[in-house]
């Protein structure tokens, strides 16, 4: 497939996302029946699959959203993490569960994870669709993960490149020509 002049590489269709999203539903309501859930969804790139997620849930649950910034418009993280959005409920007390797209250097997880432990919850665990172990730096805890991909740059279904490429139903890999007419990922 080729979208705005690049190359895409399908990783996990749409069906195979519907499948991962109703059994981490199912686990998570397991985990937290009878408990006060918040979902705390981390801007932009996991809109998505919170959305999705919470459809998947079969107990009642708070939303909230914060947004965080490491990449900008690049592809790389720059390692320094800031928060743009801080998220407006209350957390003392209730259970917390960080949703991300993509758990990845584990940088942002890391700082988001902390961020959130000092609002006094009475727990934070960490749900992220895909886990891509292939460039972890930072640890923390992943409870719930979808699948591990391990290598290229991913986009669709929420995740971007320079704001591109969130729209698409699936997740890719995103394959750019190189000059000699190579291909690097």
């Not at 059994?23 to 996991?46: N, W």
């Not at 790389?76 to 209730?94: P, T, V």
């Not at 919850?121 to 719930?144: F, M, N, Q």
Request: hydrophobic share 40%; aromatic share 6%.
């Amino acid at each position: 497939m080729t979208v705005a002049g690049r190359r895409l590489e399908p990783v996990l269709a749409p069906e195979r996302i519907r499948e991962i999203v109703l059994d981490l539903g199912r686990r998570i309501s397991e985990d937290f029946r009878g408990r006060r859930l918040v979902l705390v969804g981390v801007l932009k790139g996991a809109f998505v699959f919170l959305a999705d997620l919470a459809r998947a849930l079969s107990i009642p649950v708070e939303i909230d959203f914060l947004q965080a910034s490491s990449y900008g418009d690049d592809t790389a993280s720059s390692g320094r993490i800031r928060i743009l959005l801080d998220c407006g409920i209350d957390l003392r007390g209730k259970d917390v569960l960080l949703v991300e797209d993509i758990a990845d250097t584990g940088h942002t997880l890391k700082a988001l994870r902390q961020h959130l432990l000092a609002k006094g919850p009475a727990s934070v665990r960490v749900c992220a669709l895909i886990d891509k172990r292939e460039r972890r730096e930072a640890e923390t805890p992943l409870d719930y993960a979808g699948g591990v991909i391990e290598e290229g740059f991913l986009v669709g279904y929420g995740l971007d490149c320079a704001q591109q490429y969130r729209h698409l139903p699936g997740v890719y890999r995103l394959v750019e020509e190189a000059q000699n007419g190579g291909e690097r990922t």
